[in-house]
């Protein structure tokens, strides 16, 4: 089965530009979607098909893929950005989920 | 406005059946492409999907736990029904729905709030 890995934890401080990879074999010829995940709440789709956002995300918030590895990057990143973030793809017909980063606003 | 809820028991014992329904609202099974899915999420750990059905019940399972569940849907209650068999405490895990928006769009678009099932004797 397909997996992707995700660093365990990344630190920034507020106003730097945060970067959490995703990586997967050839990922880069898959769409990869990335949610975030406040405690106590339910993920939210933040960006989808590598670099696209949903209506009323940042545009703080951005993707992009290639090769083996898959990149949220958040700029100028605010406290309330401070979250889990999980990558996905789908691939043989099934969702695949990463396991997660823990972005920490110092 | 695209609402999802799940809903069931929070506490079942080891070896019981897990059923969960998830009613949703503002967008119909009956359109082509679309898809409800369940996923799950033990206490502190990832995320980890489990079922999708579209619109055509036409169904997909997670590989390790297709055996364990089965997901129905009735599109004229606007529910979609996991059941998940012989269930044990490695199972404790908030359970989410969400909607699949089309075919070809492969994530996840809205979520419902999750439902904690605890699995204790």
């Known amino acids: 089965s397909y997996v992707l890995t995700q660093p365990p934890s990344v630190s920034v401080a507020p106003g730097q530009t945060a970067r959490i990879t995703c990586g997967g074999n050839n990922i880069g010829s898959k769409s990869v979607h990335w949610y975030q995940q406040k405690p106590g709440q339910a993920p939210v789709l933040v960006v989808y098909d590598d670099s696209d956002r949903p209506s009323g995300i940042p545009e703080r918030f951005s993707g992009s893929n290639s090769g083996n590895t898959a990149t949220l990057t958040i700029s100028r990143v605010e406290a309330g950005d401070e979250a889990d973030y999980y990558c996905?793809?789908?691939?043989?017909?099934?969702?695949?989920f990463g396991g997660g980063t823990k972005l920490t606003v110092l | 406005q695209i609402t999802l809820k799940e809903s069931g028991p929070t506490l079942v014992k080891p070896t019981q059946t897990l059923t969960l329904t998830c009613t949703f609202s503002?967008?119909?099974?009956?359109?082509?492409?679309?898809?409800v899915g369940w996923i799950r999420q033990p206490p502190g750990k990832a995320l980890e999907w489990l079922a999708l059905i579209y619109w055509n019940d036409d169904k997909r399972y997670s590989p390790s736990l297709k055996s364990r569940l089965t997901i129905t849907k009735d599109t004229s209650k606007n529910q979609v029904v996991l059941t998940m068999t012989n269930m044990d405490p490695v199972d404790t895990a908030t359970y989410y729905c969400?909607?699949?928006?089309?075919?070809?769009?492969?994530?996840?678009?809205?979520w419902g709030q999750g439902t904690l099932v605890t699995v204790s004797s």
């Open positions: 996905q793809v789908w691939d043989s017909s099934s969702v695949v």
């Open positions: 503002g967008f119909s099974l009956s359109t082509s492409g679309v898809g």
């Open positions: 969400a909607l699949w928006p089309q075919d070809g769009y492969n994530y996840f678009d809205y």
